[in-house]
């Protein structure tokens, strides 16, 4: 089993349309939880950390469920601009090793 | 500010050869990473540096070798290249081995 598992996709939405990542990962002991945006043949940038209370910024919201080692990511009111892989990412506390999820591709069209 | 460096962006080998890749952390940063990122792929751990030893290491063969200088930057030495080794390799900075990591552009790694 992979430590970071991702919905396959590729998506395909319209402008407008609201779409969820969802994510799961498998080591109980992960202490840090990152959304990544990577744009085609660029290198990956954060988009947001998680926390266990949940976090949105602007039309971003991202959720963490411990319990169910389960995180999400939401995006409203999509924009062209959105289109990317976005990348599940977990960590550690004890290091800054970081492991990603294969990514799912996010395609907004007109 | 400058951020993540690397250096060359684009690189092409033959099989067999050994490569050095080189990257800057950001500024403030004193602890670097080094991920390998297959196409359609995540990007996956090889190693990482702080206060210029290797302290963590992914499932990489020993072909894989890294450095740290001083002044904080780093180097990705790769023996013996194989077909397999082609990807972007991606340098990612930090503090203090902090979870919040700044990644470079990559290096294109092309083995012919």
């Known amino acids: 089993r992979k430590e970071v598992e991702q919905d396959p996709g590729p998506f395909n939405v319209p402008e407008g349309a609201t779409v969820a990542f969802n994510c799961t990962y498998s080591?109980?002991?992960?202490?840090?939880f990152f959304w990544y945006r990577q744009d085609c043949r660029k290198e990956p940038k954060l988009l947001m950390s998680?926390?266990?209370s949940g976090n949105e910024d602007g039309r971003f919201t991202a959720q963490l469920n411990r319990a169910s080692q389960y995180i999400s990511l939401l995006i409203r009111d999509s924009k062209l601009s959105d289109s990317a892989t976005y990348l599940c990412?977990?960590?550690?506390?004890?290091?800054?090793?970081?492991?990603f999820g294969e990514g799912t591709q996010l395609t907004v069209n007109p | 500010d400058a951020g993540v460096t690397q250096s060359p962006t684009h690189l092409i080998k033959t099989r067999g050869q050994q490569v050095t890749l080189r990257c800057s952390p950001k500024?403030?940063?004193?602890?670097v990473s080094w991920y390998q990122q297959a196409l359609g792929q995540g990007p996956q751990f090889i190693f990482q540096?702080?206060?210029?030893?290797?302290?963590q290491r992914g499932n990489f063969p020993d072909r894989f070798s890294g450095h740290q200088f001083p002044n904080y930057s780093s180097e990705l030495n790769v023996n013996a290249l194989l077909l397999g080794d082609s990807a972007l390799y991606l340098c990612?900075?930090?503090?203090?081995?902090?979870?919040?990591?700044?990644f470079g552009q990559g290096t294109r790694l092309t083995v012919v």
């Open positions: 990612a900075s930090s503090y203090r081995m902090n979870t919040e990591a700044f």
């Open positions: 080591n109980s002991a992960s202490q840090s």
């Open positions: 998680v926390y266990s």
């Open positions: 990412v977990v960590g550690k506390t004890s290091g800054s090793r970081l492991t």
């Open positions: 500024s403030g940063h004193d602890t």
């Open positions: 540096y702080y206060e210029e030893e290797e302290r």
